[in-house]
């Protein structure tokens, strides 16, 4: 079944820490057996309160500050989803904003803290292995209502060709996790009930088979789980799973000019 990004108990939504720097004494210095069960089964975790308040609200002024160098897909050879389907919008393109390393001390700092943030290195060691990179530069995705989602892609065994993709692949080998190349997918803006978002077909990671002809355009798939995100939650996602966003299907109503917004990172072993 396909599932938005949940935030539900049935899979792992950890705590938030009234203060912050209570939160770094509580930090775990491994990756715990609940976090590598719940890897291991669905093929991604949800991490709540990574980042406070206050840190989210500067992340999102800095975008902000920025969101004139945003550049949309506008045209439809851009837009990852097949014409026509359900993925497809029929509002403005998805827009694509890059660089937030690269805008000073004070815009670029939350960003930056994701790539080595007390509560999410023993995570990225237990999945990828003591020592690690970023294997692409992280970039800014916005949505405003209409714009297009992306068809469902990735998996070890790849959902549109049913090849073998070894710089995705999950493993598990005598009680170690790997995985060639871990995604980091920061919320920064609520995705309510009907607004669209990041979803993930959960278990994917270990599938053996392509996607049916249907399946990858959400054609085939239509009584979609719904599970809504909130702020301040942080995905480490297996690439291997296969996953995809909606389009923004209506605007909230507090956010009537602002986009649904993630940041999306990806690491991978040294």
């Known amino acids: 079944m396909l599932e938005n990004a949940t935030d539900s108990s049935s899979f792992n939504d950890l705590p938030v820490m009234a203060d912050q720097e209570q939160r770094k004494k509580e930090y775990p210095i491994e990756m715990t057996e609940d976090e590598r069960y719940l890897f291991d089964l669905n093929g991604f975790l949800i ?7 206050e840190e989210v609200e500067e992340a999102n002024r800095a975008i902000d500050r920025h969101s004139d160098e945003m550049v949309e897909r506008s045209d439809d050879e851009l837009r990852n989803a097949k014409v026509g389907s359900r ?9 694509d904003l890059g660089r937030c390393l ?3 001390e004070t815009d670029s700092k939350v960003f930056k803290s994701i790539l080595a943030h007390p ?18 530069l992280p970039m800014v995705l916005a949505q405003n209502m209409g714009s297009e ?5 990735g ?10 993709n070894p710089h995705l692949a999950y493993h598990y080998h005598h009680g170690t996790i790997r995985s060639a190349l871990l995604g980091c ?8 009930a009907g607004d669209g978002g990041f979803c993930i077909v959960p278990g994917s990671h270990k599938s053996n088979l392509k996607m049916p002809k249907g399946m990858v355009d959400g054609e085939k798939v239509r009584r979609d789980k719904k599970i809504y ?15 995809s966003s909606h389009g923004r299907k209506r605007k909230a109503k507090d956010l009537r000019t602002k986009p649904d917004i993630f940041l999306a990172s990806h690491l991978s072993h040294i």
């Open 185 to 192: 997918n920061v919320i920064l803006r609520d995705h309510n």
């Open 229 to 243: 995100i909130r702020i301040m939650k942080l995905f480490v996602i297996n690439q291997a799973a296969v996953m």
């Open 47 to 53: 991490i709540r309160g990574v980042l406070s308040e």
């Open 87 to 95: 993925f497809f919008g029929k509002g403005p393109g998805r827009m």
């Open 119 to 136: 509560r999410l290195v023993p995570i990225y060691h237990g999945i990828l292995g003591k020592g690690y990179r970023m294997d692409h």
């Open 102 to 104: 690269e805008w000073g």
């Open 149 to 153: 989602g992306f068809q469902l892609h």
């Open 155 to 164: 998996g070890t065994v790849d959902c549109t060709s049913g090849e073998y």
